[in-house]
C-alpha cells in the first residue's frame, strides 16, 4: 500500500491543478466577456450621439447661407466616425487609437458647429434643434458612463490575467492584456457640447 502513497499524492496535486487552471480559465473567460459586452454599450452610445448629429445637420442644412465649410466639416467628420468601429475581439492599442481620434475629430467639428450656430437666431429658436441639442448633451454623459464602465470590466479582467500566478495560465489559454479607453487629449477641459447659448437663465 505504501507504495501507492506517491501516486495518491501526485494525483491529488494533479487534480488541484486541474481545478485551478479550469477555475481560471472559466473566470477570465467571464471577465473577457463582460468587458466585451461593455464596450459594445460604447459603440452603441456613440452610434446613437452619430445618428443625432445626422439629424442636427438636416436641421442646420435649412439655415439659409448656414456656412458650407463648417457643415461639411461635420458631415465628413461624422462620416468617417461612423465607419471607423471596433471588433469587441480585436481592442488592440491601435485600433483604440484610431477609435478615439475619429471620434474627437467629429466632436471637434461639432464644437465649431455650434459656435457659428450663435450667427443664426433662427436656428436657436428652432425647437427641433433644440430638442436636438437637448438630446446630444444626454448622449455626452452617456458615452462617459460607458467608457468608464468599459474600463472598469478591462481592469478586473486584466488583473486576473496578469497578476501572479494567474498570468502563468493566461498565456497557455491565448488571454491577452486589453487595452482601455484613454483619456483624449485635453479632456480635463471637457468638450462643451455647451449648447446653452449666450441667453442662460440665471
Not at 465607419?83 to 471620434?103: H, R, S, V, W, Y
Not at 474600463?151 to 486584466?158: F, G, P, Q, T
Not at 488571454?175 to 484613454?182: L, P, T
Request: glycine share 6%; no cysteine; aromatic share 10%.
Amino acid at each position: 500500500m505504501k507504495k501507492f502513497i506517491p501516486l495518491i499524492i501526485l494525483a491529488v496535486i494533479a487534480f488541484g491543478i486541474y481545478n485551478w487552471a479550469v477555475g481560471f480559465n472559466n473566470t477570465a473567460v467571464k471577465y473577457e466577456a463582460d468587458a466585451k459586452t461593455s464596450w459594445s454599450n460604447v459603440e452603441s452610445a456613440y452610434q446613437r450621439r452619430n445618428d443625432l448629429i445626422g439629424n442636427l445637420v438636416k436641421t442646420v442644412q435649412g439655415a439659409a447661407d448656414f456656412e458650407k465649410s463648417t457643415l461639411e466639416g461635420v458631415i465628413k467628420a461624422r462620416a468617417e466616425a461612423t465607419k471607423t468601429t471596433i471588433n469587441a475581439g480585436d481592442l488592440t492599442p491601435e485600433n483604440m487609437a484610431k477609435f478615439q481620434q475619429a471620434q474627437s475629430g467629429l466632436t471637434g467639428a461639432l464644437s465649431k458647429l455650434m459656435v457659428v450656430v450663435e450667427r443664426y437666431p433662427e436656428l436657436k429658436a428652432n425647437q427641433n434643434f433644440l430638442e436636438l441639442q437637448s438630446q446630444l448633451e444626454g448622449t455626452e454623459n452617456r458615452i462617459n458612463v460607458a467608457r468608464n464602465k468599459f474600463n472598469e470590466k478591462v481592469n478586473i479582467y486584466d488583473i486576473h490575467t496578469t497578476q501572479f500566478p494567474g498570468k502563468l495560465l493566461a498565456g497557455l489559454f491565448g488571454f491577452k492584456e486589453m487595452s482601455r479607453y484613454k483619456a483624449d487629449a485635453g479632456s480635463e477641459n471637457a468638450v462643451d457640447v455647451d449648447f446653452k447659448f449666450g441667453d442662460k437663465k440665471e
